[in-house]
């Protein structure tokens, strides 16, 4: 799995954080050791992998999540909230999650 971090800055005094990655439906490859617990850790490892970098990004958006609540579960407790999503493609949805705080300011929007 790879993803990309972008920082910006504009007119604000604060930089915004983007992560992008495409975590492949949150499945391990078929070669990784015990492929049944690594899809149970799947949604951890990846909160973690997103979220070690300090300041924790302001947006995340993740491609081919396995089911359309996958971002929200795995990333609400931690203060994210999805503003877009995809209906099923052929490579599973599409998430957007702001901070709340971001998230509070800004619109919903369809993805689709």
């Known amino acids: 799995m790879a993803s990309a971090a972008i920082?910006?800055?504009?007119?604000?005094?604060t930089p915004?954080?983007?992560?992008?990655w495409n975590i492949a439906e949150a499945a391990p490859?078929?070669?990784?050791?015990?492929?049944s617990?690594?899809?149970k850790e799947a949604p951890r490892l990846i909160r973690e992998?997103?979220?070690?970098?300090q300041p924790p990004p302001d947006i995340i958006a993740l491609?081919?999540?396995?089911?359309?609540?996958?971002?929200?579960?795995?990333?609400?407790?931690?203060g994210?909230?999805?503003?877009?999503?995809t209906t099923l493609s052929h490579c599973g949805?599409?998430?957007?999650?702001?901070?709340?705080?971001l998230a509070e300011q800004s619109r919903p929007i369809l993805l689709d």
């Open 7 to 13: 920082t910006s800055t504009s007119c604000y005094s």
């Open 16 to 20: 915004l954080t983007i992560v992008s």
């Open 29 to 35: 490859s078929f070669t990784a050791p015990s492929f």
């Open 37 to 39: 617990r690594r899809a």
């Open 49 to 53: 992998c997103i979220l070690r970098n």
């Open 63 to 78: 491609q081919e999540s396995p089911f359309p609540s996958f971002g929200t579960d795995v990333f609400e407790e931690q």
């Open 80 to 85: 994210y909230v999805s503003v877009g999503g």
């Open 93 to 101: 949805y599409v998430d957007l999650l702001l901070k709340k705080q």
